[in-house]
């Protein structure tokens, strides 16, 4: 699938994506608050906080979403800060959202197809129709995803936790070199999402997708990846492998008040 | 015809009609194509030979053409009311401005301001006009999501039968312009027809394109097709610009048939309604919907107008409110596949369970299709089990 890149170290190569000194301002309230972030080609970040920390508002300014008040977002080699989503999308950078965005009338087959329509710009895409490469590869997703059983369904139709594979599927089909990952586990009971970590850990190490993931569940986290970042009233907190986070005794403080042990 | 003989023609087509949406909801899909392809075919080859026969009049080839007209302007909303998913109340106002520059341009010998034009080059200049202002206009309103837009195009629409009301050395103000008269209603017959049906598979094959499918992913969720590299903006502006260039061409072709217009009728609020009536009658976002419900539309108008003049506003006003109660769908989206079936149009109106109105699955249907139940069941021993490895 995509520029298949088996090393698993960041350290040396050009970081994927590069957040500096990111700050979003709603009025007077300071969202994110001059926020460093880095996420090397092939790796996995968490990106946790309570409630309010300002982790999506950050997701929204690292995709395009939102624009940034002050501060500069870098993806692969290029300045992104001031360009329109869908070029961003264009350039490799998918993501999720907490609140799910398929297209609910459309079946799930339409939905992955559609993720890759920017294909075919311009005048070209008033001429093609869909494919057959494009088809076996949605069906492929579809498969790997465990969708098959509702391929011709309608995705308004869907569980909550069938549109969040839906979701990675259709972030998936552009062969994107990252995801931001919003959320993948709310409301998905809890044997789905041992099976969408695995999915994951696979795209990850097959294909070579690097992902920043918010996350609530805290043992996602720990299992899937190398570094944690931890946002409190949308300035960082911490940043390091999971288990020092775990230990940190500011981070225990911003969820629990006190300075009790993190249960696991 | 008396009133009640009017009363029997109308039941009688709604009944014929009834029956047709029944007959074809209960025949398979393929089949169903099939037999709407044929009665497609059999209408467009009456159309054809109508004006030939003998007692045609040219009265009634007028009102076929206006009919024609009113279907190819709901066809070109359609294409962003519709697929694109913005409902545009001032959608008449590229009617207008093809109507008026198709005007200018012809009767610029009359206004003493040069050598009038001959048709065919002002009516391409004028839809050309339509499609320019339609771009420039769409870049700004579509910025703006649902009501706002609509709003915004209602003003536009106002604000430009103003300009054209002011602008009096152009356009001669409210007084209005004459163009030279041409009259040979079958040759304007044939060329609306043709459009029309030119329009028609235009839509259906940009309904199966890459293009057509973005149009679609704008209206399910926009946000998420930009995020999905979708250029939302040069998309929908794009069918916007062609939408306009359309019904500019319309509004050129009626002006030089009408010989005369002034702001208050080449400029009027019940052609964007008939548009968006008639499109919702038939079904929103179908590439037959716009055509079958404004055409059931506007037959049913002239016969409400020929007899119950004080009525026919109170009578449309009851018809719009019955399409969004009963049909929400429209005529055609009764019978997608995808949508719904007899039966569940049945629990829907009659049943008493809760029913999701934008798919027509009951709740209980859902519950049904989900292994919802399976899932809880295989959760808890992955809870237990995940709680054993992390105590480990």
């Known amino acids: ?19 500096r000194g990111i700050t979003k301002q709603f009025g007077g309230l300071v969202a994110v ?17 309570p409630n309010g920390s300002g982790k999506t508002t950050l997701f929204d300014c690292l995709s395009r979403v939102r624009d940034v008040t002050v501060g500069s977002v870098e993806f692969d080699g290029q300045d992104i800060t001031g360009k329109r989503p869908h070029k961003v999308a264009q350039l490799g950078l998918s993501r999720t959202f907490q609140l799910l965005r398929v297209y609910p009338a459309l079946t799930v087959l339409e939905n992955m197809e559609l993720s890759v329509q920017w294909r075919d710009v311009g005048l070209a895409s008033l001429f093609r129709r869909s494919d057959s490469t494009t088809r076996d590869q949605a069906d492929h997703l579809i498969d790997f995803l465990m969708l098959t059983r509702l391929r011709d369904e309608e995705a308004g139709t869907l569980s909550g936790g069938q549109r969040r594979l839906l979701e990675i599927g259709m972030a998936l089909m552009s062969k994107p070199k990252m ?86 | 015809m008396g009133i009640l003989g009017s009363i029997a023609v109308f039941v009688g087509v709604a009944a014929a009609i009834a029956l047709t949406l029944v007959g074809l909801a209960l025949i398979p899909q393929r089949v169903r194509r099939m037999v709407g392809i044929g009665l497609g075919a059999v209408i467009l080859v009456g159309l054809i030979v109508l ?48 109507a008026y520059v198709t005007g200018i341009l012809m009767s610029l010998q009359t206004n003493g301001l040069g050598i009038g034009w001959p048709f065919v080059p002002s009516l391409i200049v004028a839809s050309g ?74 839509t259906w094959w940009l309904r199966g394109t890459r293009f057509g499918s973005t149009l679609v992913a704008i209206r399910e969720d926009e946000l998420g097709a930009e995020m999905r590299g979708i250029n939302t903006t040069r998309n929908k502006v794009a ?55 404004s055409a059931f539309l506007f037959l049913l108008r002239e016969l409400i107008w020929a007899n119950f003049l004080d009525w026919h506003l109170l009578i449309q006003g009851l018809l719009l409110i019955g399409i969004v109660l009963f049909l ?19 629990s829907k109106y ?43």
């Open chain 2, 51 to 98: 004006p030939l026969l003998e007692h045609t009049t040219n009265s009634e080839l007028f009102t076929l053409t206006l009919l024609l007209t009113t279907v190819g302007v709901s066809i070109n909303w359609n294409l962003t009311g519709g697929f694109t998913g913005y409902v545009d109340f001032g959608h008449a106002v590229w009617f207008g401005i093809g």
């Open chain 1, 33 to 49: 608050d001059n926020v460093d972030i880095e996420v090397g080609p092939c790796e996995m970040v968490g990106l946790i906080g």
């Open chain 2, 129 to 202: 006009v339509a499609a320019v202002m339609a771009a420039l206009i769409g870049r700004a309103t579509m910025r703006l999501k649902g009501p706002y837009f609509s709003i915004a195009m209602l003003g536009t629409f106002v604000a430009m039968r103003e300009i054209v009301r002011v602008s009096e050395p152009l356009t001669g103000g409210g007084v209005g312009l004459t163009l030279p008269p041409y009259q040979n209603r079958p040759l304007f017959y044939y060329v609306q027809l043709g459009l029309v049906v030119a329009l028609l598979l235009f």
């Open chain 1, 179 to 264: 995801i931001l990952l919003d959320e993948a586990t709310s409301g998905v009971n809890p044997s789905l999402v041992e099976q969408i970590k695995e999915r994951l850990v696979e795209i990850n190490r097959r294909d070579g997708v690097a992902f920043l993931l918010v996350e609530h569940d805290i043992r996602f986290v720990k299992d899937l990846c190398e570094r944690v970042v931890v946002l409190n009233y949308g300035a960082k907190l911490a940043e390091g492998r999971p288990d020092e986070i775990m230990e940190n005794r500011d981070v225990i403080e911003a969820y629990f008040g006190d300075s009790g042990s993190v249960a696991t």
């Open chain 2, 350 to 392: 009659f049943g008493s369970e809760t029913v999701d109105v934008h798919t027509g699955t009951s709740v209980m249907d859902a519950l049904e299709d989900d292994d919802t139940t399976a899932m809880a069941v295989s959760a808890d021993e992955v809870a237990v089990s995940a709680e054993a490895e992390g105590g480990q």
């Open chain 2, 239 to 293: 069918v916007f610009t062609f939408s306009g260039f359309s019904t500019g061409l319309f509004g050129g072709l009626w002006a030089y048939q009408n010989t005369f217009i002034d702001p208050d009728i080449a400029f009027v609020e019940v052609r964007t309604i008939d548009a968006v009536m008639g499109t919702m009658l038939g079904g929103l976002g179908t590439v037959t919907g716009p055509v079958v419900g």
């Open chain 2, 328 to 346: 929400p769908k429209g005529m055609i989206g009764v019978l997608d596949p995808r949508t719904t079936s007899i039966s569940s149009l049945w």
């Open chain 1, 1 to 19: 699938m995509t520029t298949a890149t088996t090393s698993k170290s960041s350290g040396g190569t050009q970081p994927l994506l590069v957040g």
